[in-house]
């Protein structure tokens, strides 16, 4: 059955995708094309061009017909289309490496999706190939079910016997066979200076550098010519499967003619990226460094459907570490220096903040010790190796259960007064499931609350602009 017409104007590369889709069907004649309601993770709906059909897999000498839905976003060719089984009633879900309990597929091929070397019909290619490798669907006849239910049995046998060593079949649950994974994502400057902070500071048994890039355009070769211990580097998003903390250090805003574009090109990546991810570590915190900051951290949020206190942006903890080395060590204040923070906006429109214990200083002592502080803080800069040090030290906090606070991008609906979904830093307590508190203080400063008001506004209106 040949594609029928795409939904009015809702397509914006039209020709692109009806050519494409007549290739399709020249290689796969019997796949059926209707438009329908799709429910995105963060419950938005979008009326989207899908086909479903069945294609030949064989494993372990035999032919199967795999049931499989393919929806083609409106951005198509420049964004992957989401994949589905479609099993009928008498078929299960294996859940595997490939494939979640919702039957969404998720493929080397659609994470490095690029038009116009990737196409529908080599996804479908690569999809028969690695289902081939792993069947996805299991029969669910009374005899198959009764064999399941057997190796139910035996595995409690082998348990209650005191067996630590089973290896069960479920893909879940390998999630215990290694302690402290964590992957970075990106292998530009700061994911490779996020790698080297993070193997010095001893926090991984394993982890893993995902570097996206073709070719030896990444920084990765070095480091695998030279070898490093526990370091595994990889273009397989698989790869990153049971990691504690995923650590996003891509950016892909290129030569974009505005910044709204730039912005949307580094969604565009994350709407591949961030679902698998999210399936292969779905215990992670989700830490984002890509820029800007606050804005992908929202979209990560959104396409990772995690709670809120497993999805943190990396925001103002260098600032904050410094500012209190400052007061601390430059100035030789009369104050530790750890009650107080750089909370907000990434940029200019970050502001310092005082906890409430902090009692040995008026206000009008603490206004000018930290303008002084600020001043100073302002002349750094923000070079790659000083952020993958403070990487490595929210890693920490996070895979050892410091609950050490830090100023980290988190939801901030609710707190001074912000009514928008944003991700500002706030000062929080960090541990093993991310963000398990944060800190708030009991004297509200006009100044503060004004510099995040004027951040909610401007980060809201460009993320209502944003095609998720």
Not at 352 to 370: E, R, Y
């Amino acid at each position: 059955m040949s594609p029928g017409p795409l939904p009015d104007n809702k397509y914006k590369f039209r020709d692109l995708t009806v050519e494409e889709l007549k290739k399709v069907n020249v290689s796969y004649p019997h796949f059926r094309y209707s438009v329908n309601t799709y429910v995105f993770k963060d419950s938005s709906q979008k009326d989207l061009l899908n086909f479903t059909g069945t294609i030949p897999v064989m494993y372990q000498g035999n032919s199967y017909n795999i049931p499989i839905r393919l929806w083609i976003l409106d951005s198509h060719p420049f964004a992957p289309p989401i994949c589905f089984l479609k099993p009928t009633a008498n078929m299960g879900i294996s859940v595997g490496k490939h494939v979640d309990a919702q039957g969404r597929i998720y493929l080397p091929y659609l994470q490095s999706w690029s038009h116009p070397k990737s196409v529908i019909v080599g996804l479908i290619k690569e999809m028969i190939t690695k289902f081939q490798e792993e069947l996805p669907l299991y029969s669910l006849s009374s005899s198959s079910e009764e064999a399941r239910q057997a190796d139910l049995l035996a595995y409690i046998a082998k348990i209650t016997e005191g067996v630590s060593d089973i290896n069960s079949r479920s893909w879940a649950n390998q999630e215990s066979k290694t302690v402290n994974k964590v992957t970075v994502v990106g292998g530009g400057e700061l994911g490779i200076a996020c790698t080297l902070a993070i193997l010095a500071k001893g926090i991984a048994d394993s982890l893993v550098l995902l570097d996206l890039s073709e070719g030896t355009k990444g920084g990765t070769m070095d480091l695998e010519i030279f070898n490093l211990p526990n370091v595994e580097i990889s273009k397989d998003l698989s790869a990153s499967a049971h990691s504690k903390v995923v650590v996003l250090t891509v950016n892909s805003l290129g030569s974009s003619q505005s910044y709204l574009d730039a912005v949307q090109s580094n969604v565009d990546m994350f709407r591949a990226l961030v679902p698998a991810l999210g399936h292969y570590s779905q215990h992670s915190v989700l830490l984002v460094a890509s820029q800007p900051v606050e804005i992908m951290t929202y979209v990560t949020w959104k396409l990772s459907a995690f709670p809120e206190n497993q999805v943190i942006g990396v925001g103002c903890n260098l600032d904050s570490q410094r500012l209190q080395y400052i007061i601390t060590n430059v100035l030789k204040a009369q104050t530790s220096g750890k009650e107080v923070w750089v909370i907000g906006e990434q940029g200019e429109d970050k502001v310092p903040t005082w906890g409430d214990q902090a009692a040995t200083l008026n206000h009008n002592s603490k206004v000018q010790l930290s303008n002084r502080a600020m001043e100073l803080l302002r002349v750094k800069g923000q070079r790659s190796w000083s952020v993958g040090l403070s990487i490595a030290d929210l890693v920490d906090s996070i895979v050892n259960n410091k609950r050490k606070v830090h100023s980290v991008s988190v939801l901030s609906k609710g707190y001074y007064g912000i009514n928008s979904e944003v991700f500002l830093s706030l000062p929080c307590v960090l541990g093993i499931n991310g963000v398990s508190e944060v800190i708030t203080t009991t004297v509200k400063e006009d100044q503060v609350t004004e510099k995040l008001k004027s951040s909610e506004s401007s980060i809201h209106g460009l993320q209502q602009q944003l095609k998720l």
